[in-house]
């Protein structure tokens, strides 16, 4: 923990992301120092109502501990996927949680009686890495999450781009083979459907019959020389290419930043994905590559930093 001195670092803000499997929590004050951490299981099976119920449990045990370590919590972030109109405060719609136009700055600031920031776990994560992690110093990168799924968050000078209707850098729709695998969104051939980590697992288990292969396994065994190990990373690889390609040239970012699960694979994704990258470009600048810093906690600090920014005490790098 960095040693406090400014008083305005003092306050403590108490933050939420909200997974389809995991709900990340913890008390941090500064710009993003935490000060505790907790996490607990999503359970999505049991329904809407009751996820929204394990979230007011999860933010009054934080605001337990807050009140308790002498530094009482004066606001609260909540971030989750899907959807997300932060300007309404509301989860417009999310598959993994099964929720429909849910209310939640107003629920949960109605519960603690705090200010809520609300906002989108990708977003949120962008936030994180542009003011704390590999997006530092650099006015106009993409944040990008390999994981169960695959999204971005477009920043500029510090800020993701939300979209009219909340719904901006979805990337893992992005069609990039017309006519391939049906995808969950109800189109077919999304990026989503040949290059996220479940799309590696499950495309590896439709080739071999072998069930329970994760998408590091599948990456270790192409390294090892598997021909259907190779072939399907090797198909991600280039559908992942073609998805950032066609970012690239709408965008034209500085940096690319990569995370989630996938992204710890280092150098087998990350030097084929930029001689990919490259072989697509023509007039445009090649964007640095970069693995993301924060790792599985972006999400959660970029909700405590939109909490502090509620507080007014938020300090850019
Ligand atoms: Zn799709």
């Known amino acids: 923990m960095s040693e406090q001195t400014a008083a305005s670092v003092d306050r403590s803000v108490i933050a939420l992301d909200v997974g389809g499997t995991q709900i990340k929590g913890g008390v941090f004050t500064g710009n993003g120092t935490v000060q505790h951490s907790e ?3 999503t359970r999505a099976e049991r329904g809407p109502n009751a996820v ?4 007011l449990r999860c933010a009054d045990e934080l605001a337990g501990l807050a009140t308790r370590s002498g530094r009482p919590a004066e606001a609260v972030g909540i971030v989750v996927p899907g959807i997300v109109d932060e300007t309404a405060g509301i989860a417009v719609h999310s598959t993994n949680l099964a929720w429909h136009k849910v209310p939640m700055r107003h629920t949960l600031a109605k519960h603690l009686d705090l ?5 989108h776990d990708v977003r949120a994560g962008g936030l994180a890495e542009a003011r704390l992690g590999a997006g530092r110093g650099c006015h106009s990168f993409l944040f990008v999450p390999l994981g169960t799924g695959i999204a971005a968050a477009v920043m500029t000078d510090g800020q993701a781009l939300p979209g009219a209707h909340g719904s901006a850098g979805e990337l893992g729709h992005l069609v990039v083979r017309p006519g391939g695998d049906p995808c969950t969104c109800g189109s077919h051939g999304c990026l989503e459907t040949l290059a996220s980590a479940s799309a590696i697992a499950r495309r590896y288990t439709h080739a071999t019959g072998e069930p329970h292969v994760t998408a590091q396994e599948v990456d270790r065994r192409a390294q090892a020389g598997d021909p259907e190990a190779t072939r399907i990373w090797g198909e991600a690889i ?3 290419a073609d998805g950032l390609a066609t970012t690239v040239t709408l965008l034209d970012p500085e940096r690319i930043i990569l995370g989630g699960g996938l992204a710890k694979a280092g150098e087998t994704l990350f030097a084929p994905l930029r001689t990919a990258l490259t072989q697509r470009l023509t007039f445009q600048h090649a964007p640095q590559l970069l693995p993301a810093e924060l790792g599985h906690q972006a999400g959660c600090l970029g909700s405590a930093l939109l909490a502090q920014d ?7 790098p």
């Open 238 to 240: 280039e559908a992942l």
């Open 115 to 119: 200010p809520v920031a609300f906002g």
């Open 39 to 41: 996490q607990w299981l």
């Open 310 to 316: 509620l507080l007014g005490n938020h300090s850019r």
């Open 52 to 55: 929204i119920d394990t979230i």
